[in-house]
């Protein structure tokens, strides 16, 4: 059975830039106020999320960070021990499952240290907006989209 460590790693750097932003941010950005980084489609803009992606659940009361926060813990033990189950030459789905661990613990932890995820990135054209996310979103939509492409090209 080959190590899941080295893949674990890959987890533990995402956890640890995702925090390290967000202690940048939470130091160097004023809430709730755009600070453009390129005029036209990217802002720097510190929101605080108290629900899951989109703000789903946000106003729902207060219980909604304890579901979500058992979810993203029980969600990042599942995909280590799949991640341990994996065979050496599975480096895709290995890639993403570390990508998912690295991504839900990022914001497990906010919402245990702080009650709710802090966000930072915002883009936007012209008079649209995209919900702001942050570094631990990057990494969660970027495994599972590696995820869907090797499934899809699997099949093909």
Do not use: C
């Amino acid at each position: 059975m080959p190590s899941a460590l080295p893949w674990l790693g890959v987890s533990a750097a995402v956890l640890a830039v995702d925090h390290l932003t967000k202690y940048w941010v939470l130091t160097a950005l004023p809430e709730h106020t755009a600070v453009p980084v390129f005029d036209s489609w990217w802002n720097w803009y510190r929101s605080y999320n108290t629900g899951a992606a989109f703000s789903f659940l946000s106003s729902a009361g207060g219980w909604q960070r304890h579901v979500l926060t058992f979810l993203a813990l029980a969600i990042a033990a599942l995909l280590t021990r799949w991640l341990t189950k994996l065979p050496r030459h599975a480096w895709p789905p290995a890639l993403a499952y570390a990508l998912l661990i690295g991504g839900a613990l990022g914001n497990a932890v906010d919402r245990i240290m702080r009650g709710h995820v802090v966000d930072f990135i915002q883009w936007h054209w012209r008079d649209w907006y995209w919900p702001a996310f942050n570094l631990a979103d990057v990494a969660i939509v970027t495994g599972a989209a590696i995820l869907v492409l090797q499934g899809i090209f699997r099949r093909g």
